[in-house]
């Protein structure tokens, strides 16, 4: 049965940043005309991997071998040559050019430009594999779902028989991810190899013929899908039980501390991205906003946090109006914020101690005049480090040498060591590991004893799921409902998540 | 008023070529999303070379060819720091201005007050030039018709060729076209060599031309007004022509209304107050995003950014 040649064969590869260490002396091997998931955690090494077999990153040790011939892969353009084509998880399209223009991107080697003759292939190429595009519409005017297609599109025009996908589907709407796992099949079918870079298990057992596994830049397992399970897949990818019971006591809902009443922003574009959204947050509860990437999320937490106008509508803290409040206003009324880009909120190069007085320099005891206590300073850091678990060489270290994860718990620390009445926390556990998710995770639910509110956005599910004690479903701008974290409702939500039901403010919890 | 309208358009060509030559350059170079503040050096450097070059070998092809050459060679300094080195672009096109105002002041000192033996012709078209009032467009010198000539052709490559796409990929998202296999660098490299040709070109078209002479600082903020221009322009070579002779015109202007009382400082100072506005303008991101500035315009390129 092995005898199905093999299309990418990459031996001992290793590859190192400033240090650490991606890959690890992987072995990876796809054969011709199959699914292979590359399945891992985030900063497991699968993009790494992937990157370098398209050129992107050079490996500091081993060896490619594509259709069983070497190859010296030293640029995209030498992996394009030899029939690998990538579609990245941010998309590398030009956003003010047409589709045509992106597709032939560096093809042709000349000056003249056969626009019908372009068009006529892309057409028919869109034609074979059922992936429907305007070829004259500008990238910006379309969706996630037809941007990837394009993505699709350009590396089927240079030829490409060997596609690696990217995490796929972390931008698309379920009904887009059937239809993208259709043309995958589509794809196979018509003698093309495919790699699929995920961290979503049921996307393995999906759609894939054989799984390779990566933890911590090293392979743990090569496995054909169908025999394998998802227990078996999880415990591969983690190296531990994953699904951690977290304790969540009952708490009992306090007084309301934000207010929003039908609340509208413009994205950056100037499209309304958050539309008549209202809801309430009260002291010792979580209230969770799930939805997919680009609904509006983004936005609606920038206007609460006072970096977007609202265009209409009201925002209460504490039953005072604070929509036109400036930054310095809310964190004053008891709001803080912590964004999904967490390095945007704090100084890199500035150390630990003083990033983490960032908001309490102005007051006493940090504040002796117009100097900074910095014994203060000091043994208040020390203090949070401890508190918060944060692994560090010491408080005067700078913040960018530590990991994501005690970057993250820094912040925390930070935002939480102030009066603060509701918290606001945008994507707090993305490109986490387990640990430090863990650890965040615990951070979040010991503030609802507290009597703090908190209102969390996240595209992760199971983090909504287990962290809310009610949840908002977005869908374009808008709240679709809010309802329980229950099993029961588990369907509901996936329907609210791609659009498809609407509940009735009445039936909101 | 015919004799006068045609008088100041005549006048108003030339006095816009220098302009419309840099701008074209600049056009391409901030397409590959490097912005080159070192227009008004290279130029300069492109008028003192042309005018050394022409005075020593009595050739005014060769002065030229030279005044390019010194242009590219300005330009690839800056190529080197901003895509290379990746430093600021701003500081470096800054240096660029002030080492060309310098090296030029310098190797001009034995050329001031000399008189150019020979200069750039008006070329002699039959027939047409012979024509009255109309012949009057038929007689600028050759530089002026290349200049012309290069906007139906700049456009047409920029727009409707492979290379083109490239060049405006590059100054969009680098990362798209380098993932298709374009080396971002060499056409960086490329569009700012031709940005530096183009300065080399008006700076001797100013210098054994327009006024065959070399005076120190003759460039006189020209190079800042192509700055200015090619935002104007949107970057498109057509409208850096219109663009290029309105500011000529107002050059011509503001000698001929001086009579009628408007003083020429006053039409003097117009297209720095432009530039002004327009540097502050595209400074805000909002408005850089409505115009279609180059979305990768002043960022370096990095492969292995981590």
């Known amino acids: 049965m092995s005898e199905v040649p093999t299309a990418v064969l990459m031996k001992g590869i290793t590859k190192r940043f400033a240090g650490v260490v991606a890959n690890s002396n992987i072995d990876f091997e796809v054969r011709e005309g199959e699914i292979h998931a590359l399945l891992?955690?985030?900063?497991?090494?699968?993009?790494?991997?992937?990157?370098?077999?398209?050129?992107?990153?050079?490996?500091?040790?081993?060896?490619?071998?594509?259709?069983?011939?070497?190859?010296?892969?030293?640029?995209?353009?030498?992996?394009?040559?030899?029939?690998?084509?990538?579609?990245?998880?941010?998309?590398?399209?030009?956003?003010?050019?047409?589709?045509?223009e992106n597709i032939v991107l560096g093809t042709g080697n000349g000056l003249r430009f056969e626009e019908e003759e372009v068009r006529q292939k892309i057409v028919d190429l869109a034609q074979r594999y059922s992936l429907a595009i305007n070829p004259d519409a500008r990238i910006w005017q379309l969706s996630a779902g037809e941007q990837q297609r394009v993505e699709i599109?350009?590396?089927?025009y240079r030829g490409a028989k060997i596609l690696i996908l990217d995490e796929p589907t972390s931008m698309l709407t379920p009904l887009?991810?059937?239809?993208?796992?259709?043309?995958?099949?589509?794809?196979?079918?018509?003698?093309?190899?495919?790699?699929?870079?995920?961290?979503?298990?049921?996307?393995?057992?999906?759609?894939?013929?054989?799984v390779t596994i990566l933890r911590q830049g090293k392979v743990t397992a090569v496995l054909e899908t169908a025999k394998t399970n998802k227990v078996q897949l999880a415990n591969l990818m983690v190296g531990r039980e994953v699904l951690f019971r977290l304790e969540k006591p009952s708490v009992e809902r306090g007084s309301e501390v934000l207010r929003v009443e039908g609340l509208e922003a413009l994205s950056d574009k100037g499209l309304i991205a958050v539309?008549?959204?209202?809801?309430?947050?009260?002291?010792?509860?979580?209230?969770?906003?799930?939805?997919?990437?680009?609904?509006?999320?983004?936005?609606?937490?920038?206007?609460?946090?006072?970096?977007?106008?609202?265009?209409?509508g009201k925002i209460f803290i504490n039953g005072v109006e604070a929509t036109r409040s400036s930054i310095r206003e809310r964190i004053n009324m008891g709001m803080s914020y912590v964004p999904g880009e967490r390095m945007t909120a704090l100084v890199p190069n500035m150390s630990i101690a003083?990033?983490?007085?960032?908001?309490?320099?102005?007051?006493?005891?940090?504040?002796?005049?117009?100097?900074i206590?910095?014994?203060?300073?000091?043994?208040?850091?020390?203090?949070?480090?401890?508190?918060?678990?944060?692994?560090?060489?010491?408080?005067?270290?700078?913040?960018?040498?530590?990991?994501?994860?005690?970057?993250?718990?820094?912040?925390m620390a930070r935002e939480l060591s102030q009066q603060v009445d509701i918290l606001v926390a945008a994507y707090p556990t993305s490109g986490l590991d387990v640990g430090a998710i863990e650890t965040i995770w615990r951070i979040l639910l010991s503030q609802r004893p507290l009597g703090k509110a908190i209102l969390l956005v996240s595209d992760d599910l199971e983090e909504i799921l287990t962290l809310s004690d009610r949840v908002a479903v977005m869908h374009n701008g808008e709240i679709m409902g809010i309802v329980e974290p229950k099993e029961e409702n588990l369907e509901k939500i996936g329907l609210m998540m791609a659009g498809a039901l609407k509940l009735e403010q009445e039936q909101w919890v | 008023?015919?004799?006068?309208?045609?008088?100041?358009?005549?006048?108003?060509?030339?006095?816009?070529?220098?302009?419309?030559?840099?701008?074209?350059?600049?056009?391409?170079?901030?397409?590959?999303?490097?912005?080159?503040?070192?227009?008004?050096?290279?130029?300069?450097?492109?008028?003192?070379?042309?005018?050394?070059?022409?005075?020593?070998?009595?050739?005014?092809?060769?002065?030229?060819?030279?005044?390019?050459?010194?242009?590219?060679?300005?330009?690839?300094?800056?190529?080197?720091?901003?895509?290379?080195?990746?430093?600021?672009?701003?500081?470096?096109?800054?240096?660029?201005?002030?080492?060309?105002?310098?090296?030029?002041?310098?190797?001009?000192?034995?050329?001031?007050?000399?008189?150019?033996?020979?200069?750039?012709?008006?070329?002699?078209?039959?027939?047409?030039?012979?024509?009255?009032?109309?012949?009057?467009?038929?007689?600028?010198?050759?530089?002026?018709?290349?200049?012309?000539?290069?906007?139906?052709?700049?456009?047409?490559?920029?727009?409707?060729?492979?290379?083109?796409?490239?060049?405006?990929?590059?100054?969009?998202?680098?990362a798209a076209a380098d993932a298709m296999g374009v080396n971002v660098f060499l056409v960086r490299y490329l569009a700012v060599m031709f940005g530096g040709l183009m300065a080399g070109l008006a700076g001797a078209f100013l210098s054994v031309a327009y006024a065959p002479a070399w005076i120190e600082g003759m460039t006189a903020g020209a190079g800042w007004i192509v700055i200015a221009l090619t935002i104007f322009s949107l970057y498109d070579p057509t409208r850096a022509m219109l663009g290029a002779y309105l500011f000529g015109g107002v050059r011509v202007l503001q000698f001929r209304l001086q009579p009628l009382g408007i003083p020429a400082n006053l039409l003097n100072m117009l297209p720095f107050l432009v530039t002004i506005l327009v540097l502050v303008l595209i400074s805000e991101q909002a408005f850089r995003r409505r115009i279609g500035v180059p979305a990768a315009l002043m960022q370096p390129y990095s492969r292995e950014e981590k």
Request: avoid cysteine; aromatic fraction near 6%; charge should be positive.
């Open chain 1, 354 to 371: 003083e990033n983490m007085i960032l908001k309490s320099y102005r007051t006493a005891p940090i504040s002796k005049g117009a100097f």
């Open chain 1, 373 to 411: 206590d910095r014994r203060e300073m000091l043994n208040l850091a020390q203090r949070l480090i401890q508190e918060y678990e944060v692994i560090t060489p010491g408080p005067e270290k700078p913040v960018k040498l530590l990991s994501g994860g005690n970057i993250q718990r820094a912040l």
């Open chain 1, 40 to 100: 891992g955690e985030n900063g497991a090494g699968k993009t790494t991997l992937m990157n370098i077999l398209y050129g992107i990153y050079r490996p500091d040790e081993g060896e490619i071998y594509i259709y069983g011939k070497k190859a010296h892969i030293h640029s995209p353009k030498d992996a394009i040559a030899l029939g690998i084509g990538m579609v990245h998880q941010q998309f590398r399209l030009v956003q003010t050019h047409t589709v045509v």
């Open chain 1, 153 to 156: 599109l350009k590396a089927l």
């Open chain 1, 176 to 210: 887009e991810i059937k239809e993208l796992l259709q043309t995958l099949r589509r794809m196979t079918e018509e003698g093309n190899t495919i790699i699929f870079i995920t961290h979503k298990l049921d996307e393995v057992t999906a759609v894939s013929h054989r």
């Open chain 2, 1 to 174: 008023m015919i004799d006068f309208i045609v008088s100041v358009l005549t006048l108003t060509i030339p006095a816009g070529t220098a302009l419309l030559l840099g701008t074209l350059g600049e056009v391409y170079a901030e397409r590959s999303g490097v912005l080159n503040l070192g227009v008004e050096g290279m130029m300069i450097m492109g008028a003192v070379t042309g005018f050394a070059v022409t005075f020593a070998t009595k050739n005014v092809v060769l002065g030229i060819l030279a005044a390019s050459l010194a242009g590219i060679l300005m330009s690839l300094i800056h190529a080197y720091f901003s895509i290379t080195l990746r430093v600021n672009q701003v500081v470096s096109g800054l240096a660029l201005t002030m080492l060309g105002l310098g090296i030029s002041g310098l190797l001009g000192k034995q050329f001031i007050g000399m008189p150019l033996p020979v200069r750039l012709q008006p070329v002699h078209v039959p027939v047409l030039s012979d024509l009255p009032i109309l012949g009057e467009f038929f007689r600028f010198n050759i530089l002026v018709y290349i200049s012309i000539l290069l906007v139906p052709l700049l456009s047409f490559f920029l727009y409707k060729t492979n290379w083109g796409i490239v060049l405006r990929s590059v100054g969009e998202n680098p």
């Open chain 1, 275 to 312: 539309n008549n959204v209202s809801f309430t947050v009260h002291r010792g509860e979580i209230l969770g906003i799930a939805g997919v990437a680009g609904n509006g999320q983004r936005e609606l937490l920038e206007v609460i946090a006072g970096l977007r106008p609202a265009t209409r």
